[in-house]
């Protein structure tokens, strides 16, 4: 609670730019105050996680802007005797048209606010994340196409993927303060998907360039709302089992990448020999926090081969790349204007384009002289500036179909099964088929997932080759299956 308490149970007063309350009453059930907001005054844009509050309205004009629905924005005049009830995560804002008298009773959650916009300086958005959803995931296929990327299947439960992104993200950052880069082809979608989040915030790529571009074109948006904000930038296609302790390392990660003005990722353990993931190899400890230590990055290594990776998994010191990135806007550009030249000098262009008619022909422009590029190769292999954090949140990229092993429940003799499925000595299968039956007898460690015009059979071994069978229609000319 802000001000003097020390009087117990006595009125509190507390000076406010628009004017002041007093809190007459505070219980563990409620909480009481008297507003007094000074004509032409108003409160922020603004709304509350949990607290719900009623206003009536005892003196003077007020203007209630509420949300009706989201996106609208309803302006109530409120008179002596006026009520409103204000619901948890409605957004709103007081203003006085005259000076005013408000009696608010609420829920007693003392520090709830969330504000959007304010007359005094009061907003400082100093957290962003960007979620990226532009990828095409195509060691899903045949569910994963071009028009319905893997980020919006419904892969491992029965929401769309990028969807139990935001999810786990909203306790730690506010929508709308979640910003979402992906490619015009997906917009519709996407927009659906997420519909919390505001629809300014979603940032479309001019052409699919992979993770470099798309984060530097994203930091060039962001920068214009706060340059020194902490930028979190997450993949739209990853599970991860604890959210709280993801929550708990994302809190960790931001301390460091403000403290230090560095990058900071996340390293997973790795415990198995995956060729489809980057991994990490830890150098000397950088700050020591117990179960939170940072490390410096000492080398990368892409897709290692199946012997490779068996030799990093039994060495201790390597950690799968999670893709996972937390760093100031202004780091990532000075990084980016130290190590990648070609996507700089485009960033520099694109920052000094003014609101004119040729701005979008000149970034589309700009953004197809770019190189196709992943951050990783773009960036984090290069900058001294990169620190990891290994973590054991239960991480995983779902990468191919064999990912659901580790994910999803299996059934008898360990099958996963979203089908009709009748069988006979059937072990260790990924089964889906939605319109058809499917009966197996005698197979064990074998993908099956049968769509409306393509059928895909494959062992789980080979399940990161099924991005080599989609490159593989390409060169066929079977666009229709892509």
Not at 155 to 180: C, Q
Not at 203 to 213: A, D, F, Y
Not at 421 to 450: F, M, N, Q, W
């Amino acid at each position: 609670m802000e001000g003097d308490e020390s009087k117990k149970g006595e009125p509190l007063k507390i000076e406010k730019p628009w004017g002041f309350e007093i809190i007459f009453a505070c219980s563990e059930n409620y909480l009481g105050k008297i507003l007094f907001i000074k004509k032409g005054e108003g409160l922020s844009l603004q709304y509350h996680r949990y607290k719900d509050e009623t206003i009536f309205v005892k003196k003077g004009v007020l203007e209630l802007e509420i949300q009706e629905h989201p996106g609208v924005i309803k302006i109530l005049t409120m008179h002596p005797g006026s009520s409103f009830r204000i619901l948890p995560k409605q957004i709103h804002r007081m203003k006085a048209i005259e000076d005013c008298e408000i009696f608010e009773v609420s829920t007693p959650h003392m520090q709830d606010v969330i504000r959007i916009h304010d007359y005094y300086g009061r907003v400082k958005r100093e957290r962003l994340a960007l979620v990226l959803a532009g990828g095409q995931g195509t060691r899903f296929w045949p569910r994963s196409r071009r028009k319905k990327p893997k980020q919006l299947l419904d892969i491992v439960g029965s929401e769309p993927m990028i969807r139990y992104t935001i999810k786990r993200i909203l306790p730690f950052i506010a929508e709308e303060n979640i910003f979402v880069v992906t490619s015009r082809d997906y917009y519709r979608e996407i927009t659906e998907s997420v519909s919390e989040i505001p629809q300014e915030n979603i940032i479309l790529e001019p052409v699919g360039k992979n993770t470099g571009p798309c984060i530097a074109f994203s930091c060039i948006r962001l920068k214009k709302i706060n340059p020194d904000a902490v930028l979190f930038i997450f993949p739209s296609d990853h599970y991860i089992r604890d959210e709280e302790k993801f929550i708990r390392a994302l809190e960790k990660a931001e301390s460091a990448a403000k403290s230090y003005n560095c990058i900071v990722t996340f390293g997973i353990a790795a415990t198995t020999p995956e060729t489809g993931y980057g991994y990490i190899k830890i150098g000397e400890r950088f700050i020591e926090d117990g179960r939170w230590d940072v490390f410096k990055v000492d080398r990368f290594i892409e897709k290692p081969t199946k012997q490779e990776a068996d030799k990093l998994v039994g060495e201790k010191v390597y950690f799968w790349n999670s893709g996972i990135f937390i760093g100031k806007i202004q780091t990532f550009l000075s990084e980016i204007e130290k190590y990648c030249k070609e996507l700089h000098s485009g960033i520099a262009k694109i920052e000094g384009i003014t609101e004119t008619d040729n701005e979008e022909r000149i970034i589309n422009e700009i953004y197809e002289s770019w190189p196709e590029i992943s951050i990783d190769k773009a960036l984090m292999e290069k900058t001294g500036n990169l620190l990891v954090m290994p973590v054991d949140f239960g991480w995983s990229d779902v990468g191919s179909w064999a990912a659901l092993d580790g994910i999803i429940e299996k059934r008898e003799k360990g099958n996963i099964i979203k089908a009709k499925h009748i069988s006979i000595d059937t072990e260790g299968c990924i089964i889906y088929s939605p319109r058809k039956l499917i009966a197996t007898i005698g197979v064990r460690d074998l993908i099956l997932v049968e769509t409306e015009d393509a059928l895909l059979l494959c062992n789980k071994e080979r399940a990161q080759d099924v991005k080599k069978l989609v490159e593989r229609l390409k060169e066929e000319g079977l666009e229709e299956y892509l």
